[in-house]
């Protein structure tokens, strides 16, 4: 059997009906890349505004995701040369305490075969403890603090970094060392990827 390209998986995952079962709206699984894209975003699901816009990171975590990685909206927008692909492709639903968590099937299902694909990605960003489990996997530290404090442990390849929701403003202002010292790393880190891409 041939292996579909890229634009085939792409257009298989977004007709994607799996997890219909589980999920309180229905499936609208959200993702964009292109083999071209020299860095890959993952984090952990579509919130309800994505899910109804369609658009990843179309919201508040998106807004602050962006300023920590110094880009605008159109750059980070371009998916031949940003792919964003979350760890679950659909909004989960909520939970007592915010969203609940990816469904757990989907990243190993979708990563597993579109990840190959982006042959071009320099690095890539593990966007709170769903993304981190799938990329990190034993690597990980057991807190997601611990792990994004080691993140020198995972370069050059990857980056960890907590979840930008305005939920998480208690823990960015309790580790005033992420802003010190990880977001000017993370800034030259895809300025870095953005730019190899460019000079190829």
């Not at 968590?101 to 990605?121: D, F, K, T």
């Not at 404090?149 to 939920?167: A, G, M, T």
């Amino acid at each position: 059997m041939a292996t579909p390209s890229l634009d085939n998986l792409l257009a298989e995952a977004r007709a994607c009906r799996r997890c219909a079962d589980r999920l309180p709206l229905g499936c609208r699984p959200v993702l964009r890349a292109s083999a071209s894209a020299s860095l890959l975003v993952v984090g952990q699901a579509p919130g309800i505004k994505v899910h109804e816009s369609g658009i990843p990171w179309n919201d508040a975590s998106g807004r602050r995701l962006r300023e920590w990685m110094g880009l605008d909206e159109d750059t980070f927008y371009d998916e031949s040369r940003i792919a964003i692909v979350p760890a679950g492709l659909c909004y989960p639903g909520r939970g007592a305490s915010g969203d609940l968590p990816p469904v757990p099937e989907c990243a190993p299902l979708w990563h597993g075969r579109i990840r190959p694909r982006l042959v071009n990605v320099r690095l890539t960003l593990v966007i709170g403890q769903y993304a981190q489990a799938y990329y990190l996997g034993s690597r990980r530290r057991p807190t997601l603090t611990d792990t994004v404090r080691h993140w020198r442990d995972y370069l050059p390849d990857l980056l960890p970094l907590p979840h930008p929701s305005p939920r998480n403003t208690l823990w960015l202002r309790r580790n005033d060392w992420f802003d010190a010292e990880v977001i000017p790393m993370l800034r030259e880190k895809v300025t870095e990827a953005l730019a190899q891409e460019d000079s190829t």
